[in-house]
């Protein structure tokens, strides 16, 4: 393969698709892989633990509602583009949201700081931790 800065086009490929900045080494992507005691992880760009809902089906929100004010789904900013194992699906209420592998992405509005998993088998196991 063709080298960029030393770095392959394949490689540059990986890393935009987890939503890394090459020439920076930061996060510029819905989320950003943090490893943990139980392996990488999904986080928002501000270190929030992600979550995905058993009862979502790929490409599709069933969290709306009261569930979403709990279940905070994870938005994309204005122009943003899906790419890779990134999509961006619409919710019923028309607001977009991100998904990974197609399933819609969330932060637990329980978790108050970085690195919090407090939502891990909540609702009688039907909420996970996001993995890449």
Do not use: V
């Given at each position: 393969m063709r080298a960029l800065n030393g770095m392959t086009i394949a490689t540059v490929i990986?890393?935009?698709?987890?939503?890394?900045s090459a020439a920076h080494g930061?996060?510029?992507g819905p989320a950003k892989i943090s490893?943990?005691?139980?392996?990488p992880i999904l986080a928002n760009s501000d270190g929030m633990t992600l979550y995905t809902y058993t009862r979502d089906m790929?490409?599709?929100s069933n969290c709306n509602d009261t569930c979403a004010s709990v279940w905070l789904p994870l938005t994309p900013a204005v122009g943003a583009v899906a790419s890779g194992d990134w999509s961006i699906i619409l919710r019923d209420d028309g607001k977009p949201q991100w998904a990974y592998k197609g399933q819609?992405?969330?932060q637990f509005s329980k978790?108050?700081?970085p690195g919090e998993m407090t939502g891990d088998g909540a609702d009688k196991g039907r909420w996970h931790i996001a993995k890449p």
């Open positions: 990986l890393l935009a698709a987890f939503g890394y930061q996060d510029t490893q943990t005691a139980m392996g790929t490409g599709y819609p992405l969330y978790d108050t700081a």
